[in-house]
């Protein structure tokens, strides 16, 4: 029987708080659903987050209800034994095995939702469900709350309070505890040790995709299931594109190399990038533009501490990397000006980070009511400033044309200030430069 990666205790202790925050109200969540990718095969499948983060259980068509201070609390709907599905397709674990190895208080098969959803959620004023995520579920929802509707009989009554189950955990999700950053640190670790191998493996002549396979093997070896998000592993002016993911080109001499990677491990995901020359040394034009964006992002770095504003924090580096783009000549008046026509965007078209958890953009609010939020002790992010000046820019001066740098770092809040758990990787010019003279 196969068993499940963590242990269930953490999940039971986590639903447990989630209940206590429910206020009364039911929370519904469904599984990810499975995803075609051409005629009978489908993609490889990972668990919605959500899910995971409250049962560790990774099987598709499952459901999981929360009922605050009833019996049963937890309730779970997955699929049945199925020894013909099974010989074909894999272990399920079924009903009882779910009850037993989560530690769920009741569970049932899927296609008994209606039946008994339809009792268990009787009586409750509000349902905490994330809509539009997974179509066969929200049909489901939509029968039931008619059903309800329906059970009730002529009272006037509209349909039961629906709200949005992805906000409501996001917050939770948002500060990580001992087990998450654990296993956030572990991601990290091994995103940071892929990213050394690569540095070691790059010189001119190899092929985006090579390097790629290099850090996908470190990932493998590790412990990681897979990746947080496609890899960009992109050489020369492919860097100016932010999300370049066709990673085949070849290398070469004289050319950065941007590679934005990161493994999952236990379902969080560590968020990296490094730039650093094909041939081992920076030219110039590079080091002028590398050197600039690396010093904003240790100042950014060495500003964070409980209570800024994340908002400032994108402030911030646009105003330096403004500054910076001054400094280059790739935008020239007055910087005031330059900001407020937003053409400092053509060059950093994107923000200066964003929380990092389960999901590489993780949950979680960034603004509450209108008002920025500060940064509080577990909170996790990415710093990761960059500059992109594409190859057919005749604006740009020409020897920084085709040169696209972000450097980005994971972190977590502290008491006092905050850890950087990516620092394993270099990304100072002598560092990587001494680090690659070898290769
Ligand atoms: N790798 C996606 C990002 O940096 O946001
Ligand atoms: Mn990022
Ligand atoms: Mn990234």
Redesign the pocket.
Known sequence: MRKSTENAEIFKKRRKKIIEGLNGAALIVASHPEQVRNDDVHHDYRQDSNMYYLTGFEEPESILLLRPGKNPESVMFVRKKDVERETWNGFRFGPEGTKSEFLIDAVYAIEDFQKESLELLKGFDEVYYRLFKNKEADLKIEELLLNLKRAYGRSGYGLMTVKDADTFLGEYRLKKDENELENLKRACQISAEAHVAAMKFTKPGVNERQVQAVMSHHFYMSGSARVG?PY?VASGNNATTLHYNFNDQECKKGDLLLI?A?AEYNYFSG?I?RTFPVSGKFTEPQRKVYEGVLKIQKELIAYLKPGVFFKDLHEMGASRLTDLMLELGLVSGRKDDVMKANQHRKYYPHGIG?WLGMD??DAGLYVIKGEPRPIEPGMCF?I?PGLYIPANDMTAPPELRGIGVRI?DNIVITNKGCEVLTSAVPKEIDEIEKLMAGN
Request: hydrophobic share 15%; net charge negative.
């Open positions: 998000y960009i934005d990161g968020d990038t964003h590489v953009h990415t990761e980005e």
